[in-house]
């Protein structure tokens, strides 16, 4: 295949299994994970693969035992799977930065759409705040964001829009601007809930010891449903407008769940 014009001055590059990078991004927008054992990955994040790897679903597969040992939320069990093998992923989310990040004895929380995948020596559970995970233990994880991200120290009071995650720290409390609260458009915000929901409003407000994640954005990865086939021509099963195949099928509810912006952002 010959190289796009202007390639060479703009850096471009064939990889193969030997020559992608070990544990480390590809670029900004990816990263290659050099899989030796089992991963947890949220589905649809996985763009290729070397090797020989098989992919389980949470509680479909013949990998019980790891997942009871690492993987406590059944509310977000049909987001996620086990790749087992050897080999290298590449992992990306529609061309957001994508980073990995270590956990020495400690613990995160962070927004479930971002995080992309995780070793199974972390323990993942289900956080008190809505549409949060929490990681637990020793080892790698990667994460997604809207934009480069930034960590900053308690106190501290945060756009609930641009908060990626904590470490380390107490779960944040809501604080609410002066002028949110009162007078006659206060009144009415109070008797519609409508209106006033700008950073400048109101924060995530944390205290105590710890590190707080932000992104270089106040807009949050938009919602995707992965257990879905993409309503796109050229995708099979796809078609326009959910037309033809199984495109038109919805993605089963179960028991238990809730909508998926409810499951995610906690709306």
């Known amino acids: ?40 990955l949220q589905k649809g994040k996985m763009i290729a693969y070397y090797g020989q790897i098989d992919f389980h679903g949470i509680g ?3 990998l019980d035992r790891l997942v009871a040992s690492s993987f406590h939320s059944p509310l977000h069990a049909s987001d996620w799977v086990v790749a087992q093998g050897r080999g ?28 992309l ?49 904590w470490a380390d720290c107490p779960s944040p409390c809501h604080h609410y601007d002066h002028q949110y609260l009162k007078g006659v458009m206060g009144g009415l915000r109070a008797m519609t809930g409508m209106g006033g929901t700008s950073g400048e409003e109101h924060q995530f407000e944390f205290v ?29 099963g796809g078609g326009q ?6 495109g038109g099928q919805q993605r089963p509810q179960l028991p238990g769940q809730f909508g998926s912006l409810q499951r995610r952002f906690g709306l």
């Open 117 to 165: 995948a995780f070793e199974p020596s972390l323990s993942l559970k289900q956080s008190i705040v809505p549409g949060f995970l929490t990681l637990i233990g020793t080892g790698s994880f990667v994460a997604a964001s809207n934009g480069e991200v930034h960590f900053v120290q308690p106190p501290v009071r945060v756009d609930p829009q641009a908060l990626v995650g």
């Open 208 to 236: 105590g010891e710890g590190t707080v994640l932000i992104q270089s954005s106040e807009v949050v990865m938009a919602e995707r449903d992965a257990g879905a086939v993409p309503q796109q021509a050229g995708v099979p």
């Open 60 to 62: 479909h597969g013949p």
């Open 241 to 246: 407008g959910g037309q033809g195949g199984h």
């Open 88 to 115: 290298k992923l590449l992992l990306a989310d529609r061309a957001f930065d994508v980073n990995s990040y270590d956990l020495q004895d400690g613990n995160l929380t962070v927004r479930s759409g971002n995080l």
């Open 1 to 40: 295949m010959s190289q796009p014009q202007g390639a060479a001055g703009d850096g471009y590059r064939v990889y193969d299994a030997t020559t992608l990078p070990a544990n480390d991004n590809v670029n900004p927008y990816a990263f290659s994970v050099e899989l030796d054992g089992q991963w947890f």
